[in-house]
């Protein structure tokens, strides 16, 4: 994502390093989306998320208030530029196999985001967490998560698959949390009576 235009407590160099990779979080479970299932990526900035699920062969629909940062990916995504803070949600009632959510918190947002899971669909939602000002960019705590706030927001909605709260030294300090969640589908209708059914498998 373009951090500035969401955090403008982030200087420069944390905005290019920003652009370089996908995160790791992501990475790490980005598999579990099914294949070529359709992805949101919410305030996606420059789309470092964006190119990585598009050349996985997913449907990719972007987001994000900054028309230059996303201009590039008219040609790999269904892009739209919206203000998510003062608009309303734009894909109303439409769901995704996948969301991913990195480096972005507007409270007022955060239901919308869990209800845009399909089922059998994937949340890989990471950001700053309250402890963040000790180290960095960005302090204030509207944009900084409470202790165990991802966890509140997913369940019980949601299957936790994993979640971390905690401080990491790279790509910077910071305090981050982060969870994969999957909106488990419901058993088939044509399931015989008293047939166990398979346990779900979600690679960790």
């Known amino acids: ?10 200087d420069a160099a944390d ?4 652009q370089l990779a996908p995160s790791p979080w ?14 949101l990526d919410v305030a996606c900035g420059g789309g470092r998320h964006v190119r990585l699920l598009a050349e996985r062969g997913h449907a990719v629909h972007a987001v994000d208030r900054d028309a230059q940062a ?9 892009v739209r530029v919206a203000d998510l803070e003062a608009g309303d949600w734009p894909y109303a009632t439409q769901t995704f196999g996948g969301v991913i959510v990195a480096n972005y918190l507007w ?15 994937v949340l890989i939602y990471e950001t700053f967490a ?7 960019k960005p302090s204030n705590p509207d944009f900084l998560l ?15 698959v994993a ?37 779900a498998k979600y690679n960790l």
């Open 163 to 199: 979640y971390e709260d905690g401080y990491v030294d790279a790509p910077k300090p910071a305090f981050v949390q982060r969870v994969c969640a999957v909106r488990e589908p419901a058993p088939p209708h044509h399931a015989e009576a008293g047939a166990a059914a398979l346990p």
């Open 26 to 39: 992501v990475l790490r479970f980005a598999p579990l989306i099914a294949p070529a299932a359709s992805v």
């Open 146 to 160: 409470r202790p165990g706030e991802l966890l509140d927001l997913v369940r019980p909605a949601l299957r936790v």
């Open 107 to 121: 409270r007022a947002l955060l239901p919308q985001i869990v209800a845009a899971v399909a089922p059998g669909g």
């Open 70 to 78: 996303v201009a590039p990916l008219h040609a790999i995504a269904q």
């Open 130 to 136: 309250l402890g963040n000002a000790s180290v960095g």
């Open 1 to 10: 994502m373009t951090l500035p235009s969401h955090h403008p407590g982030l």
């Open 15 to 18: 905005a290019r390093h920003a």
